[in-house]
């Protein structure tokens, strides 16, 4: 069974920054795509960031230029960096993965991924 485990999520002021870590039970690169979704209270999830094996990443328009992705950096963790962060990031942050081949049109949707984190809590105060 993969497991994924979330790390990094606090309470910040907006302009702060945060980093996001996801620890994988295997090597990620069993993993074909690994994402991070977002989901406020009272709003459906929402794909914030994908990133596949040769490590070309996908971004929702609303963090481009302001998140990015250390890759996968070690053998089994993830990292999302997070700068200027904006009250409306805030939301509990899953990671997400997926074996099988995904096409890149479809890496921010939840219901192409299979194993997912519990996830970590975003604060953003103005």
């Known amino acids: 069974q993969v497991q994924l485990v979330e790390s990094g999520g606090g309470s910040v002021q907006a302009g702060d920054s945060l980093r996001l870590t996801c620890a994988v039970s295997?090597?990620?690169?069993?993993?074909?795509?690994m994402a991070w979704f977002r989901q406020a209270p009272g709003k459906q999830r929402e794909g914030v960031a994908a990133?596949?094996?040769?490590?070309?990443?996908t971004f929702v328009d609303s963090v481009k230029g302001r998140f990015t992705f250390s890759k996968r950096n070690t053998k089994n963790t993830m990292t999302l960096q997070m700068d200027s962060l904006k009250p409306e990031d805030t939301a509990m942050y899953y990671c997400?993965?997926?074996?099988?081949?995904?096409?890149?049109?479809?890496?921010?949707?939840?219901?192409?991924?299979?194993?997912w984190g519990q996830g970590t809590q975003v604060t953003v105060s103005a």
């Open positions: 990133i596949d094996i040769p490590g070309r990443a």
């Open positions: 997400a993965a997926v074996p099988g081949y995904v096409d890149e049109s479809r890496a921010l949707l939840p219901t192409e991924y299979r194993y």
């Open positions: 295997i090597d990620t690169h069993a993993m074909y795509y």
